[in-house]
Nanobody, 124 residues
Framework: VQLQASGGGLVQSGGSLKLSCAAS????????MSWYRQAPGKQREWVAE???????IYADSVKGRFTISKDAAKNTLYLQMNSLKPEDTAVYYC???????????????????WGQGTQVTVSS
Protein backbone atom coordinates (compact mmCIF):
# COMPACT_ATOMS: atom_id res chain seq x y z
CA VAL A 1 0.00 0.00 0.00
CA GLN A 2 1.23 3.47 -0.86
CA LEU A 3 -0.21 6.88 -0.09
CA GLN A 4 0.40 9.79 -2.45
CA ALA A 5 -0.31 13.26 -1.12
CA SER A 6 -0.62 16.32 -3.34
CA GLY A 7 -2.08 19.81 -3.54
CA GLY A 8 0.28 21.81 -1.39
CA GLY A 9 1.72 25.12 -2.44
CA LEU A 10 2.25 28.79 -1.65
CA VAL A 11 -0.80 30.91 -0.87
CA GLN A 12 -1.46 34.29 0.67
CA SER A 13 -3.08 34.69 4.06
CA GLY A 14 -6.82 34.28 3.72
CA GLY A 15 -6.48 32.04 0.69
CA SER A 16 -7.48 28.44 0.11
CA LEU A 17 -5.88 25.15 -0.86
CA LYS A 18 -7.21 21.62 -1.27
CA LEU A 19 -5.00 18.68 -0.41
CA SER A 20 -5.51 15.15 -1.70
CA CYS A 21 -4.16 11.80 -0.60
CA ALA A 22 -4.77 8.68 -2.66
CA ALA A 23 -4.12 5.10 -1.59
CA SER A 24 -2.92 2.49 -4.07
CA UNK A 25 -2.30 -1.22 -3.72
CA UNK A 26 -4.33 -4.17 -2.51
CA UNK A 27 -6.29 -4.04 0.74
CA UNK A 28 -9.71 -4.81 2.20
CA UNK A 29 -10.78 -1.73 4.14
CA UNK A 30 -9.66 1.79 5.00
CA UNK A 31 -10.90 2.19 8.55
CA UNK A 32 -9.79 5.71 9.33
CA MET A 33 -8.18 8.55 7.43
CA SER A 34 -6.53 11.58 8.96
CA TRP A 35 -4.35 14.58 8.31
CA TYR A 36 -1.39 15.70 10.40
CA ARG A 37 1.00 18.59 9.96
CA GLN A 38 4.49 19.47 11.09
CA ALA A 39 5.77 23.01 11.19
CA PRO A 40 9.51 23.77 11.23
CA GLY A 41 10.99 23.07 14.63
CA LYS A 42 7.74 21.64 16.00
CA GLN A 43 6.33 18.20 16.60
CA ARG A 44 3.88 16.65 14.21
CA GLU A 45 0.32 17.49 15.23
CA TRP A 46 -3.04 15.98 14.39
CA VAL A 47 -5.32 18.15 12.24
CA ALA A 48 -8.47 16.20 11.35
CA GLU A 49 -9.86 12.68 11.01
CA UNK A 50 -12.68 10.91 9.20
CA UNK A 51 -13.70 7.39 10.14
CA UNK A 52 -15.30 4.74 7.95
CA UNK A 53 -18.81 5.75 8.98
CA UNK A 54 -18.16 9.29 7.83
CA UNK A 55 -17.87 11.03 11.19
CA UNK A 56 -15.34 13.85 11.26
CA ILE A 57 -13.38 15.55 14.01
CA TYR A 58 -11.04 18.54 13.93
CA ALA A 59 -8.34 20.16 15.97
CA ASP A 60 -9.57 23.39 17.56
CA SER A 61 -6.98 25.37 15.60
CA VAL A 62 -8.60 24.48 12.25
CA LYS A 63 -12.25 23.99 13.19
CA GLY A 64 -14.53 26.07 10.98
CA ARG A 65 -11.79 26.68 8.42
CA PHE A 66 -10.77 23.19 7.26
CA THR A 67 -13.03 20.44 5.92
CA ILE A 68 -11.98 16.80 5.68
CA SER A 69 -13.76 14.55 3.22
CA LYS A 70 -13.24 11.35 1.27
CA ASP A 71 -14.12 9.62 -1.96
CA ALA A 72 -14.38 5.98 -0.94
CA ALA A 73 -14.60 4.78 -4.54
CA LYS A 74 -11.26 6.42 -5.29
CA ASN A 75 -9.65 5.59 -1.93
CA THR A 76 -8.86 9.28 -1.67
CA LEU A 77 -8.84 11.70 1.24
CA TYR A 78 -9.19 15.46 0.90
CA LEU A 79 -8.56 18.48 3.07
CA GLN A 80 -10.17 21.72 1.97
CA MET A 81 -8.35 24.55 3.72
CA ASN A 82 -9.96 27.99 3.75
CA SER A 83 -9.06 31.25 5.49
CA LEU A 84 -5.47 30.10 5.70
CA LYS A 85 -3.16 31.78 8.20
CA PRO A 86 0.64 31.98 8.32
CA GLU A 87 0.56 29.63 11.32
CA ASP A 88 -0.93 26.95 9.06
CA THR A 89 2.44 26.75 7.28
CA ALA A 90 3.68 23.18 7.61
CA VAL A 91 4.26 19.91 5.83
CA TYR A 92 0.93 18.12 5.75
CA TYR A 93 0.83 14.33 6.03
CA CYS A 94 -2.02 11.91 5.46
CA UNK A 95 -2.41 8.77 7.54
CA UNK A 96 -4.62 5.78 6.77
CA UNK A 97 -5.49 2.84 9.04
CA UNK A 98 -5.98 -0.14 6.73
CA UNK A 99 -7.06 -3.75 7.17
CA UNK A 100 -5.37 -5.96 4.59
CA UNK A 101 -8.09 -8.63 4.36
CA UNK A 102 -11.51 -9.50 5.72
CA UNK A 103 -10.09 -11.68 8.47
CA UNK A 104 -7.90 -8.88 9.76
CA UNK A 105 -10.81 -6.48 9.56
CA UNK A 106 -13.07 -8.76 11.62
CA UNK A 107 -10.36 -9.13 14.25
CA UNK A 108 -9.73 -5.40 14.36
CA UNK A 109 -6.22 -5.70 12.95
CA UNK A 110 -4.97 -2.79 10.91
CA UNK A 111 -1.75 -1.23 9.67
CA UNK A 112 -0.94 2.48 9.68
CA UNK A 113 0.37 4.05 6.48
CA TRP A 114 1.71 7.58 6.02
CA GLY A 115 1.91 9.69 2.91
CA GLN A 116 5.12 11.45 1.95
CA GLY A 117 3.94 14.91 2.95
CA THR A 118 3.06 18.02 0.96
CA GLN A 119 4.32 21.51 1.81
CA VAL A 120 1.82 24.27 2.55
CA THR A 121 3.21 27.77 2.90
CA VAL A 122 0.99 30.71 3.83
CA SER A 123 2.48 34.16 3.40
CA SER A 124 1.35 37.14 5.45
Amino acid sequence: VQLQASGGGLVQSGGSLKLSCAASGTFFSINAMSWYRQAPGKQREWVAEIISGGSTIYADSVKGRFTISKDAAKNTLYLQMNSLKPEDTAVYYCKFAISSDSGSYELGYETTYWGQGTQVTVSS
